[in-house]
T-cell receptor, first 112, second 111 residues
Framework: KNQVEQSPQSLIILEGKNCTLQ??????????LRWYKQDTGRGPVSLTIMTFSENTKSNGRYTATLDADTKQSSLHITASQLSDSASYIC???????????FGRGTSLIVHP | NAGVTQTPKFQVLKTGQSMTLQCAQDMNHNSMYWYRQDPGMGLRLIYYSASEGTTDKGEVPNGYNVSRLNKREFSLRLESAAPSQTSVYFC??????????FGQGTRLTVV
């Protein structure tokens, strides 16, 4: 069964600190992996996409990594800001499928 | 630059009432989706439409129906609302393998 597991379920950090969110997947055949950010009361918005051949990709203070061999991805947030408080969702797309597989998300709270 | 537009944003229904959630996208995407999001459950797929003229069930279709009216519009209907359908509903559109764009959500409460 295609699954996407995220950890931790929730995380609280102080403003300015770094953090790393994890995503493990069993989706096959793999097409790509996206990280989405969902602010409270809003729909998810894509942060970054990783394809099979990519190991690392950055988007400002967000850096995503992908290990296709172990089927793991991480999202690293550097120098966190209060606006980073949100849910971060890992989504894996299967080759040839219209239906991406969603993780349940990690809820991040950044305290001043 | 509207993207995906959902209406209404909030709705309160009594058990047994019916309603239709509307969704429209202006990005010329072929595929459209309806999800529900409940605390601790993540986004769960209700129905999707791979292209104009087709619809298919997702993970949690019971109690819902959909209509792909044209390429732009994809509606979700609750024929007889139940308290278990209290949730936040999101419409999304995407091209195959590409980024999904979500609407702002509809917060539905069934009492």
């Amino acid at each position: 069964k295609n699954q996407v597991e995220q950890s931790p379920q929730s995380l609280i950090i102080l403003e300015g600190k770094n953090c790393t969110l994890q995503c493990n997947y069993t989706v096959s055949p793999f097409s790509n992996l996206r990280w989405y950010k969902q602010d409270t009361g809003r729909g998810p918005v894509s942060l970054t996409i990783m394809t099979f051949s990519e190991n690392t990709k950055s988007n400002g203070r967000y850096t995503a990594t992908l290990d296709a061999d172990t089927k793991q991805s991480s999202l690293h947030i550097t120098a966190s800001q209060l606006s980073d408080s949100a849910s971060y969702i890992c989504v894996v797309s299967l080759g040839g499928s219209y239906i991406p597989t969603f993780g349940r998300g990690t809820s991040l709270i950044v305290h001043p | 630059n509207a993207g995906v537009t959902q209406t209404p944003k909030f709705q309160v229904l009594k058990t047994g009432q019916s309603m239709t959630l509307q969704c429209a996208q202006d990005m010329n995407h072929n595929s459209m989706y309806w999800y529900r999001q409940d605390p601790g459950m993540g986004l769960r797929l209700i129905y999707y439409s791979a292209s104009e003229g087709t619809t298919d069930k997702g993970e949690v279709p019971n109690g819902y129906n959909v209509s792909r009216l044209n390429k732009r519009e994809f509606s979700l209907r609750l024929e007889s609302a139940a308290p278990s359908q209290t949730s936040v509903y999101f419409c999304a559109s995407r091209t195959t393998g590409d980024e999904a764009f979500f609407g702002q959500g509809t917060r539905l409460t069934v009492v």
